[in-house]
């Protein structure tokens, strides 16, 4: 792959040391290691990838939101982010909230994260309220996924780390190979090109097998080309996961593609919408977005939504 | 031409202007030649007094940038983290920071005498508010966002601030260390022209006052190549230890 080669050229070029002045040089600092390398590593050493089995067959993963309102305080007066919402999620569905900006799909992704605390309503995960980000939750960001002080194996390693399992480089390794990217384990994340990138944040969030994936625009900043690749690789994955997961997007064929259900939600004030149930069969190939009954999906979904983008484009009232 | 040939271009033209006006000028006390400045070197090198004032130099600054660097780097990161501490500190913080570390020579003399410690307590100064204030931005600089992923993935306080605030912090600590090494190392000289019986800036001082300019040059001369060393040596610490994954 063209990225591969640019980085072994980057290590071969990699000159340590040589003068004290600050050239720009990107390469130079790929052949020194992580500073916070951990010790003990063991290289053979595989884990049991039962646990993502197992998470399937406990059944986690259920979400329910009642009554979900978001208000914060803007400059203009009090603004309602989200107003009223029901959301119910059962175990291993792939929802995706699909809206133009401003409607409250991020704010209503963070909330079950545990990053914002709703000001009205009540939020649990398997009948747990929610409190704060936690390993129940996995979650995957537009920007700023990963750790830069880390190598990207330390990355996904940090999760099981955190939690004290045990070997969690083989883990990392595991879920590296995963998403394809075991020779760049010993990579500094901003040497992978973006697709990698998220990837690896992918394989991070997985590494600790949560019952919940959150993706928040997870693909927005990759081309198209890499962006397909990314829907189709993650579709991959979580066929063997199977976690629950809502995934915020803007993009209508994302949403068709990977979701069992499509949440279209509404602006001024943000709140649920409409949701279409996406009965198309599993496993789907990226020729599915030719077939008839996507596209029929598509029309639907693309009016339902074009009436916010216009009120958020134009407000009126 | 490669890159060492201008470099070495730059130097030979510098030497040879020097060595021009130096014959033009022709009064050593004035301007002494190059070669006038190497053979007082050489001689400072053999009667091994230059060595003392290089180690006494280099020791207060080391030791006053060390002392800066252990109160400076803590204080900022907790002032960054916690509002009130911030409140409690930056008025000071905001008075303190114009006062140039040559203003605090005399009140050094008064408290500390003449010798080591007026010095210590110089170079602290210099040193502090750079690493001071460079940290508080790394304080500020951890992005939210890998807060929340350490969090979701079971990170407690500790974790976090070991594994995520802190080295989200370190490019600015390590600018601050760089930075405030600099400023320490100058003002070592200043304080030991005026409060110190030894050190190069000392040795500076009594050779001008002997007339004897070729050897107060070597003294500059060691101040500049001793401060461009130091300097690397913390660039290599800061690319291989402190923040490796920076591509600068």
Redesign the interface.
């Known amino acids: 792959m063209h990225d591969a080669v640019e980085l072994e050229d980057a290590r071969c070029a990699a000159s ?2 040589a003068d ?7 390469g ?2 790929r052949m ?5 390398a951990w010790p003990n590593v063991d290289a053979n050493a595989v884990p049991d990838h039962k646990l993502a089995r197992k998470v399937r067959g406990l059944g986690l993963g259920r979400i329910d939101g009642t009554n979900l309102s978001m208000r914060f305080a803007g400059r203009t007066g009090m603004v309602t982010a989200l107003d009223r919402v029901d959301i119910h999620i059962k175990s291993g569905e792939f929802v995706a909230l699909l809206g133009p900006s401003g409607c409250g799909k991020s704010t209503l992704l963070n909330l079950i ?3 914002l605390k709703p000001s009205t309503g009540s939020l649990t995960i398997d009948e747990k309220p929610v409190d ?4 129940g ?3 995957v ?1 537009q ?3 990963l ?4 190598s990207v194996l330390e990355n996904v390693a ?2 099981p780390r ?2 004290g399992k045990s070997d969690p480089v083989g883990t990392a390794r595991t879920l590296l190979a995963l998403v394809g990217l075991e020779k760049h384990e010993k990579a ?3 040497s992978l090109s973006g697709g990698m990138q998220q990837r690896v944040g992918i394989a ?2 997985l590494a ?1 097998y ?1 019952p919940v994936l959150l993706m928040d625009e997870p693909f927005g900043a990759l081309d198209a080309q890499t962006r397909v690749m990314m829907q189709e690789e993650l579709l991959k994955i979580w066929s063997q996961f199977n976690t629950t997961v809502v995934f915020v997007t803007h993009d209508l064929e994302e949403a068709i593609f990977l979701a069992d259900r499509v949440v279209v939600m509404k602006t001024l004030p943000g709140g649920l919408k409409h949701e279409v149930v996406i009965d198309l069969p599993r496993p789907r190939a990226p020729a599915i977005i030719k077939s008839e009954r996507f596209n029929a999906y598509r029309s639907e979904i693309f009016e339902i939504i074009r009436d916010e983008t216009l009120k958020a484009f134009r407000p009126t009232s | 031409m490669n890159k060492w040939l201008w470099t070495l271009s730059g130097i030979v033209v510098f030497l040879g202007v020097w060595t021009a006006l130096s014959l033009s000028i022709d009064n050593a006390i004035l301007l002494p030649p190059p070669i006038a400045v190497v053979r007082g070197f050489v001689l400072l090198l053999r009667d091994g007094t230059l060595a003392g004032d290089i180690l006494a130099s280099l020791k207060r600054v080391l030791g006053g940038f060390a002392v800066a660097s252990a109160v400076a780097v803590p204080l900022a990161l907790a002032m960054a983290y916690w509002q009130p501490i911030e409140f409690l500190l930056s008025p000071v913080i905001t008075f303190l920071r114009p006062i140039p570390p040559i203003a605090w020579i005399p009140i050094a003399i008064l408290w500390f005498g003449i010798g080591d410690p007026p010095s210590y307590f110089i170079t602290a100064i210099a040193a502090f508010f750079p690493i001071f204030l460079n940290s508080i931005a790394g304080g500020r600089a951890v ?1 939210a ?2 807060i ?9 306080p500790r ?1 976090l601030f070991l ?2 605030y802190l ?2 912090a ?1 490019p600015h600590i390590a600018t601050g260390l760089r930075i405030g090494l600099g400023q320490s190392w100058m003002a070592v000289v200043t304080a030991e022209l005026i409060a110190a019986h030894s050190g190069l800036g000392y040795m500076i001082q009594a050779n001008r006052l002997a007339l004897e300019t070729s050897l107060v040059m070597v003294g500059m001369c060691v101040i500049g190549i001793l401060g ?1 060393g130091m ?3 913390l ?2 610490l800061e ?10």
Not at chain 1, 32 to 36: E, V
Not at chain 1, 132 to 135: K, R, S
Not at chain 2, 148 to 156: C, K, M
């Open positions: 340590v040391g004290w002045s600050r050239p720009s040089d990107p130079r600092n020194n290691k992580p500073a916070l994260a545990g990053i704060g980000p936690n390993p939750c996995g979650i960001f920007h700023h996924s750790f830069p002080w880390m940090f999760g955190m939690l500094w994340p901003t991070r969030a600790i949560p | 992005h966002e890998h929340h992923a350490a969090r979701s993935l079971g990170a407690g974790a594994r995520v080295p989200s370190m461009a300097s690397g040596v660039d290599v690319r291989v230890v402190l923040v490796p994954w920076k591509t600068p």
